[in-house]
Every structure is written in C-alpha cells, then in structure tokens.
C-alpha cells in the first residue's frame, strides 16, 4: 500500500484532475458518444476482477475509464484500489457498455477529493490510456500523469521507452508500452500511415495510424509535414512485423512534445 504521504499527494491530484479538467474532459464527453455521461450512481466496492475489474456491491461489474490497467504485475495497483473497499463511491457511466457487460465509469470516493483513477495515475499505478476507444474521455489524465512520470513513481521507474532502441522494444513484444523519439519519415498510405521512429536500415519503432486516426490528427493541425521532424510521445501494445510496432487507434495516444520549440521558428 502506499504511505499517508502518496496518499496526501494523491488526494490533492485528485482534487485538481475533478476540479480543474473538468471542464476540458466535459466539453469533450458532450460531442463524442462514447463519452457522454449517464445518471450518476451511489454504490460502493466490493472487490476486484481480473486487470482491475470493479466488482461492485451491487453485483454490476465496470472499469475506470482512461486507464491502462498495470496486467503484468498490478499487486500495487490492486493494494491501492483495495483500500477503498466497502466506501461509498459516486459513480458517472461513460458511453454504451462494453462486450463484456460492463460500463465504464469515472468514480470517486463519494465525500472526499479521491478520484479513483486519477490516484492510480499519480501514484504510478497506472497509465492513461483511451484503450479500445477513440477518444481519451478525460485529457487531464494525461496531464495528471506527467508528475509521476517526472518522480519516476510506480510504473515510471522503468521510464519511457526510446523509440530508437529496436532490440529493447522487440523486446516488449505484446506488453503495453510508452515509448517516445523524433519522428524521422512520414509515410502516407490509402488505408494507413506510418511514423518511422528510425531511418531506413535502422532499428526502431514504427507506429501505424489508421485512415481515421490520422484525418483526426489532420484536423488537429498534424499532417506529414508538420510531424517529421517532431518529437513524439505513443503508447500502445507492441506487434512484431518488420520491426517493433504500435498500432495507435486513438488521436489522443500521439502527444507532440516539442510544441513551444516548433512555434519559435
């Protein structure tokens, strides 16, 4: 478990992502369906599934939305959430429910300043991440996640992946990572487009965009042109083809770093 320490920090991050992303994350969650929120509910936690899996008093199963669930080796993750067991959450649904039955929500110690998922990003437990969906629902998330990275808490310890080192990415093969570098080529295709972490002969990452993705991304201001060269942050699970690869199905899964460099030229 985390100490009264991570836990004050913790708590006033929490308090930040609910009350200062909020209105980000909800203009957001009113245009996109996936998003739109539902009747909040009272319930509380009765324990845990398997990769993080809300097993709810009520008998409903959910997921915190916006988070990758630590599958590898989640004991921290799950000593945290399990913390909160038998308290009153406050819980706000998120699009339609998922295959599996389940709904995914953003939930919160109901009375205190403790979002359930943002704590687990703060604390290095788990990483933003849209998942399946196309839109990252809560963008603060992301912005929440920056000071565990910068700590090297939790999960950060291992650090960000360099989008150059082939091997170590190989590596990784079927495990979700974020990993970052210079896109060095852009390589637009009818059905998908390519960033190229590495030069021709080289060993590196190679992230594919799909057709959608990547008219999200354009109409963000990112095309080839202004990509190549830039500094990149991806996250995604690892495939193996030529060379390690991500495949990413959400705009919101390409950060560009290096925003304040490219306005100065």
């Known amino acids: 478990m985390i100490g009264r320490q991570t836990e004050r920090i913790v708590g006033a991050a929490s308090a930040v992502l609910v009350l200062v992303g909020a209105a980000r994350a909800e203009a957001v969650r009113s245009m996109v369906p996936e998003c739109r929120s539902g009747p909040t509910r009272q319930e509380a936690l ?5 990769r993080g899996e809300l097993v709810l008093a009520s008998g409903d199963r959910a997921v915190l939305d916006g988070i990758r669930w630590p599958a590898e080796d989640d004991g921290e993750a799950r000593a945290w959430m399990l913390n909160h067991r038998d308290r ?28 359930l998922a943002g704590g687990l990003i703060e604390a290095g437990l788990a990483y933003a991440d849209a998942g399946e969906r196309d839109t990252l629902c809560r963008p603060a998330l992301l912005t929440l996640e920056s000071g565990a990275r910068s700590a090297t808490r939790g999960l950060w310890q291992a650090g960000v992946r360099d989008g150059r080192d082939g091997a170590a990415l190989r590596e990784a093969t079927g495990h979700f990572i974020v990993a970052q570098g210079r896109v060095v080529n852009v390589g637009e295709r009818p059905a998908r487009t390519y960033l190229d972490f590495a030069r021709r002969g080289e060993d590196g990452l190679t992230v594919t965009v799909s057709k959608r993705t990547w008219r999200r991304l354009r109409e963000r201001g990112l095309s080839a042109a202004t990509l190549r060269g830039r500094i990149v942050r991806v996250r995604g699970i690892v495939e193996a083809w030529r060379g390690p690869t991500l495949d990413i199905a959400s705009a919101d899964m ?6 304040e460099r490219t306005l100065r030229r």
């Open 46 to 50: 009765a324990g845990l599934g398997v």
């Open 88 to 115: 009153a959450l406050t819980l706000v649904p998120r699009g339609e429910i998922d295959r599996w039955g389940r709904v995914h929500v953003d939930a919160a110690v109901s009375g205190e300043a403790i979002d």
């Open 254 to 259: 390409i950060e560009v770093l290096d925003e």
